[in-house]
């Protein structure tokens, strides 16, 4: 909040007038374009950029939100631009992962339909039942694949990357990474279900019926509430891998927890909201998660973006045009 701003803005020619509102007179010259901007373009010497340098820079330039400089308006009108100026390839990607999990899911049914033993199949329960858990590893990691696409690909938009079938392909590069860390994540839920798993049958076991509710309930919150906090903490463990070539599964998980420190809240809040976004997409006859879907993604790599990065140590306000926008 400090007020530094005027030595960084570069003069204008003599007697020039303000590109966008000829009438006034022009007060500096804009760093991006070159364009005499008046003080109101210049928000009285607070910002270097005209109004249109910064519009494009919104929709093309650098993801310029930190840690410590982000709102939720912010956040949501960058994801929003980003999304017109690069709707295209984000539909494409996760269209095709939409597409593909549907196609599995429908397979898997008709796989467990068909095999089911009371339909006279040769295979017998636990053929049935290893199938149906193969088509469940199959669809997961299928999905898995099209998160990280999804991802990557927002990562590119929101960074000002260039984009492309080429670029979002490279990105399976880090699946194997991927599916380890998911198998850590699943070992993780798997010891808290046995948690929770002994803790019932210690309640029912112990006969104590009258005290066994309450009982339960505060077992259940004594699980609960650590499990949405770690919850919390890896929500940022798949973009982090995608977003630092070099890391390994457990690195990115371990990142994730520092990124998500200290802003739980925001973190939980902007989460509810990107679910809210992606199915609302179901409202419109399921066709609308096509566009619901990569905007929701958009808005939580913003956010993880957001949180990863700081602000650079003495940089003022007046140094970055878009906290302004
Ligand atoms: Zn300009
Ligand atoms: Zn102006």
């Known amino acids: 909040m400090t007020e530094e701003p005027k030595a960084t803005l570069s003069a204008p020619p003599a007697g020039a007038r303000c590109a966008i509102h000829p009438a006034l007179d022009a007060q500096a010259t804009c760093q991006g374009c070159g364009n005499p901007m008046c003080a109101s373009c210049a928000e009285q010497g607070a910002v270097a950029i005209c109004p249109a340098c910064r519009q494009r820079t919104f929709e093309t330039g650098p993801f310029p939100y930190t840690r410590e400089h982000w709102s939720l308006d912010g956040l949501l009108s960058l994801c929003l631009s980003r999304f017109k100026a690069h709707y295209r390839v984000l539909m494409l990607v996760c269209g095709v992962g939409i597409l593909a999990t549907w196609v599995i899911a429908a397979a898997g049914i008709l796989i467990t339909f068909r095999l089911d033993p009371s339909h006279g199949t040769h295979l017998g329960k636990h053929g049935a039942l ?5 088509a469940n590893v199959v669809q997961t990691l299928c999905q898995l694949g099209c998160e990280l696409l999804a991802i990557g690909v927002s990562l590119d ?3 000002g990357r260039p984009t492309g079938v080429d670029a979002a392909l490279a990105r399976l590069r880090r699946f194997p990474a991927a599916v380890l860390q998911l198998a850590v994540i699943y070992a993780g839920v798997a010891a808290l279900a046995g948690l929770l798993y002994v803790l019932v049958r210690v309640v029912v076991s112990s006969r104590a019926t009258a ?11 004594i699980v609960a509430v650590p499990a949405i906090y770690a919850g919390l903490g890896i929500m940022f463990a798949l973009p982090e891998l995608m977003h630092e070539p070099a890391s390994s599964p457990l690195s990115a998980l371990q990142r994730s927890f520092q990124i998500a420190s200290g802003k739980r809240w925001a973190v939980f809040g902007i989460a509810l909201l990107c ?4 199915c609302s997409g179901l409202l419109f006859c399921c066709v609308g998660v096509f566009a619901t879907l990569p905007l929701a993604t958009l808005l939580y790599c913003a956010l993880f973006l957001t949180l990863k990065n700081h602000t650079p140590r003495g940089q003022s306000e007046s140094a970055n045009p878009y906290w302004h926008v």
């Not at 290893?130 to 193969?134: D, K, Y």
């Not at 509710?213 to 259940?220: F, K, S, T």
């Open 157 to 159: 938009v929101l960074e």
């Open 275 to 278: 679910g809210l976004i992606g």
């Open 211 to 221: 005290a066994s509710l309450p009982l339960l309930v505060l077992g259940a919150a």
């Open 130 to 134: 290893f199938l149906q858990g193969f």
